[in-house]
Nanobody
Framework: QVQLVESGGGLVQAGGSLRLSCAASGRTFSSTFSSYTMGWFRQTPGKEREFVAAIEWSGGNLYYAESVKGRFTISRDNAKNTVYLQMNSLKPEDTAVYYC??????????????????WGQGTQVTVSS
């Protein structure tokens, strides 16, 4: 069974920080985790899912949406089959459900949600003003 499980969401005041985690489980899925680009996306009601950040298999190449660049940091620990999103200087407009995802193919960075095959259930982040 393929599973991605996000955690770390919550309610925070503007200017605060949160760290999201996404853990991969399932024997085959976990054993190949280190081969795939992972991404974070977010979605608010009535809007399309929005790209936030992506990280290549080695962690050496990163890609951020302009709206989070300089505030958010994506990282991964392949030994733990986990990808992280450190979110600093949070703003009310960062409020959303945050999802992690794994690419279909062993390929590079992408901001296109259609390139991602497996998704977590999401974790709510709420930033109060």
């Amino acid at each position: 069974q393929v599973q991605l499980v996000e955690s770390g969401g919550g309610l925070v005041q503007a200017g605060g920080s949160l760290r999201l985690s996404c853990a991969a489980s399932g024997r085959t899925f976990s054993s190949t985790f280190s081969s795939y680009t992972m991404g974070w996306f977010r979605q608010t009601p009535g809007k399309e899912r929005e790209f936030v950040a992506a990280i290549e298999w080695s962690g050496g190449n990163l890609y951020y949406a302009e709206s989070v660049k300089g505030r958010f940091t994506i990282s991964r620990d392949n030994a733990k089959n986990t990808v992280y999103l450190q979110m600093n200087s949070l703003k009310p407009e960062d409020t959303a459900v945050y999802y992690c995802a794994r690419r279909y193919l062993v390929a590079g960075l992408s901001r296109n949600s259609d390139d991602y095959a497996y998704w977590g259930q999401g974790t709510q982040v709420t930033v109060s003003s």
